[in-house]
């Protein structure tokens, strides 16, 4: 089986990379990266040099892999950083989903695409009506959010239209080892790691610490992925999270008590939003009578496991802030 994984270098990709090694050892894995740099590149992948947002680029790609399966993984994927280049937000995520469906379509390839949306789509969503389910509104609230439920709409619009075997995943936060460190958790890990080898004084900066997120951990967020391709509906979207709600607060308590270093936290403004959702949880009931998908990993192994890489890896912090996730 020919498997494409757009976003391969990134984040999630390296941790779904490792599981379709034990999942389907004889298939064949293709990364679509943006320059062949084999020192990102995980040695099973066999590259593909494309750009999402150069359509040219993606058929010459695609005619050369022709996968079976897409799961469909890059992206601009900050938040925060969409509120400053909120035009990145839109031409990869929006268009260049576009750019990859389409391409699909012209070549007349059959895969089934997996497609990462995120919850961010649903926007504020009452508390009485949470957990969320997949026919609540979109109602997203930052550029990145926007973007998003565009690439959402781009992907049923696919399936509707032009039959392509498109399935959305509207994924929840998630992290753990090797997450880039503008994200909330692995900032805060990097933060301790440094203050435990005496780099940075006992503070810690943050910013809104009151909204309550739904985490997975990213090892049951790639087998959610190959779940998704075995046993999704085409045409469907399904939320994939933990069903458990817990504050970034709580988040930073359990990983400043996973340390022996006396801390304290202050706020940054720097990293305060222009807006936020006070509180997003999953309802995963969809997902799991489709595919049988339960997380694993409970959060505390989640957050030990993330302050133990970065405890390993302090010395690549630099590297890893401009690593795509």
Not at 192 to 220: Q, Y
Not at 277 to 293: K, Q
Request: aromatic share 6%; net charge negative; with cysteine.
């Amino acid at each position: 089986m020919n498997i494409l994984i757009t976003g391969v270098t990134g984040f999630v990709g390296r941790h779904l990379v490792n599981h379709l090694r034990k999942a389907v050892p004889d298939s064949e894995i293709w990364g679509l990266v943006w320059e062949e740099d084999p020192a990102l590149i995980p040695a099973e992948v066999h590259p593909l040099t494309g750009d999402l947002t150069l359509p040219s680029s993606l058929a010459r790609s695609l005619e050369q892999g022709r996968p079976e399966v897409v799961l469909h993984l890059a992206g601009a994927t900050s938040v925060a950083s969409s509120w400053q280049q909120p035009d990145r937000s839109f031409q990869v995520n929006a268009i260049g989903t576009l750019n990859l469906l389409e391409a699909l379509r012209s070549l007349e390839l059959d895969p089934t695409v997996v497609v990462a949306t995120s919850a961010e789509i649903y926007g504020a969503v009452a508390t009485e009506n949470q957990p969320i389910h997949e026919d609540s509104p979109l109602n997203p609230i930052s550029p990145y959010a926007t973007s998003k439920a565009a690439q959402d709409l781009i992907a049923a619009q696919y399936h509707r239209g032009f039959k392509l075997r498109t399935i959305r995943l509207r994924l929840f936060p998630h992290t753990g080892p090797g997450r880039p460190p503008q994200f909330a958790a692995s900032g805060f890990a990097r933060q301790i790691a440094r203050i435990e080898r005496g780099l940075d004084p006992p503070v810690i900066a943050v910013g809104n610490l009151d909204p309550i997120r739904d985490f997975s951990d990213v090892r049951d967020i790639a087998r959610a992925y190959w779940a998704a391709a075995l046993e999704g509906r085409p045409g469907a979207a399904y939320n994939v999270g933990s069903g458990r709600g817990v504050s970034i607060r709580e988040v930073l308590d359990q990983l400043i008590a996973l340390s022996d270093s006396e801390i304290e936290t202050r706020v940054d403004p720097q990293r305060l939003r222009p807006a936020d959702i006070d509180r997003l949880v999953a309802d995963t009931s969809l997902f799991a009578a489709a595919t049988g998908w339960q997380p694993e990993i409970p959060l505390d192994r989640c957050l030990a496991d993330l302050l133990d890489w970065w405890r390993a890896n302090i010395a690549h912090a630099e590297e890893l802030s401009s690593t795509h996730p």
